[in-house]
């Protein structure tokens, strides 16, 4: 178990709809990072928080948005779904910014839009 | 550029080592890492060295780092059928706060 904890573990909606990907890090960890896990993109980068603040962003459509609240846990929203954005979505944290702190993996929501 | 590559599968027998190989293109990356993957499950971290290293043990696995040729391999000694999942290898830039995955290497361990 890594500690990270991910809300819900599969999701399956139309497309044009919009849901919410919730993602609680270890304890004390600081740095929440979403990535998106497809079987023709591999595992794409999405966004990075760091104590509240996106601190990088990589991949990330226009239509997914996320936050970090201040009690550390994130959000991330996916509005106007489209068939392609059906993957599996990992939320992953570390303890700092950069540097020597591993990251530890959720195990992924599973969204499927039909 | 941001580039891992690995091979795609590997196929052993119960007992023998598995080595999984990984290239990857930024010089600058300061910390390589190595994931597992099985089935309906999240990523794992196995391993992780620093670029200042050549090798690292942790039980049976190895990890040896060629700086020179930005070659990282993992090393799986006594495979066993539990070890069958797919393996990601990631490099991670000091300046930067992501990982760079490969597509992963599948590791199917016969009896």
């Known amino acids: 178990d890594s500690g990270v904890t991910q809300t819900p573990k599969h999701l399956i909606t139309a497309t044009g709809q919009r849901v919410t990907l919730r993602c609680s890090p270890r304890?004390?960890?600081?740095?929440v990072y979403w990535y998106q896990q497809s079987l023709d993109q591999g595992l794409q980068f999405l966004i990075q928080?760091?104590?509240?603040?996106?601190?990088a962003k990589g991949n990330i459509l226009e239509r997914f948005s996320a936050q970090q609240f201040p009690d550390l846990h994130s959000e991330l929203n996916l509005s106007s779904l489209e068939l392609g954005d059906s993957a599996l979505y990992f939320c992953?944290?570390?303890?700092?910014?950069?540097?020597?702190?591993?990251?530890?993996f959720g195990n992924g929501t599973r969204l499927t839009v039909t | 550029g941001e580039d891992v590559e690995q091979s795609l599968f590997l196929s052993v027998r119960e007992g023998d080592s598995s080595v999984i190989n990984c290239t990857y293109t930024?010089?600058?990356?300061?910390?390589l890492y190595w994931y597992k993957q099985e089935p309906g499950a999240g990523l794992q971290l196995l391993t992780y060295?620093?670029?200042?290293?050549d090798m690292k043990q942790d039980q049976r696995l190895t990890v040896l780092l060629n700086k020179k040729d930005k070659h990282l391999s993992l090393r799986i000694a006594d495979t066993q059928t539990g070890d069958s999942a797919i393996y990601f290898c990631a490099e991670r830039k000091d300046s930067s706060y992501k990982l760079i995955f490969g597509s992963g290497t599948r590791l199917l361990v016969r009896p």
């Open positions: 060295i620093f670029s200042n290293m």
């Open positions: 304890s004390g960890d600081l740095s």
């Open positions: 928080y760091y104590n509240g603040e996106e601190r």
């Open positions: 930024d010089s600058s990356s300061t910390y």
């Open positions: 992953a944290s570390s303890g700092g910014q950069a540097g020597n702190s591993p990251l530890h």
